[in-house]
T-cell receptor
């Protein structure tokens, strides 16, 4: 079956770095998205990876290894506003999206 | 960047009435729109996929007669919650994707529905 696994919750300190891991199993693969969702708000797009490697966008980077079915989202210089849920979303060969349950990231001062 | 407008932001209605939620892509044509429901502290749950000009595809367990979806144009999809009940109270979110399947989803701001 198709499945996304990511940790339920993580805690990190303001100013630090945190890595949120995601493993996926899909029927075929057409890329992986990361979204950020603050409580009570709609998700916002962070990144899209379809090739192996690291994509950097400011404080956020996303990594993909297709052979391992693995991705991570790296957040640097954490700020309190980064407290949110981070959703890992895989796209299968039919371009269907498989959503992870999200990782709740708690930032402490 | 691409913008998706969802309206209304919040709505309170009485049990038994119907509520319509609109989702518009403002600066791109959305051949596919998605509707989600999210209960407090729970994951985003896909309800249905809406393709312009054709019937929506509903996820298992979603009543198609209760949640009517119309995608009559490339920029507008609507979700109507018919005969709403208190258990339908939730956060409903739409998203849209332009003609490229691998383009990211753009989300509306969501509609908080409270049924009294």
């Amino acid at each position: 079956g198709q499945n996304i696994d990511q940790p339920t919750e993580m805690t990190a300190t303001e100013g630090a770095i945190v890595q949120i891991n995601c493993t996926y199993q899909t029927s075929g693969f057409n890329g992986l998205f990361w979204y950020q969702q603050h409580a009570g708000e709609a998700p916002t797009f962070l990144s899209y990876n379809v090739l192996d490697g690291l994509e950097e966008k400011g404080r956020f980077s996303s990594f993909l290894s297709r052979s391992k079915g693995y991705s991570y989202l790296l957040l640097k210089e954490l700020q309190m506003k980064d407290s949110a849920s981070y959703l890992c979303v895989s796209m299968d060969s039919n371009y269907q999206l498989i959503w992870g349950a999200g990782t709740k990231l708690i930032i402490k001062p | 960047g691409a913008v998706v407008s969802q309206h209304p932001s919040w709505v309170i209605c009485k049990s038994g009435t119907s509520v319509k939620i609109e989702c518009r892509s403002l600066d791109f044509q959305a051949t596919t729109m998605f509707w989600y429901r999210q209960f407090p502290k729970q994951s985003l749950m896909l309800m249905a996929t809406s393709n312009e000009g054709s019937k929506a595809t509903y996820e298992q367990g979603v009543e198609k007669d209760k949640f009517l979806i119309n995608h009559a144009s490339l920029t507008l999809s609507t979700l109507t919650v018919t005969s709403a009940h208190p258990e339908d109270s939730s956060f409903y979110i739409c998203s849209a994707r332009d003609s490229t399947e691998t383009s990211p989803l753009h989300f509306g701001n969501g509609t908080r529905l409270t049924v009294t």
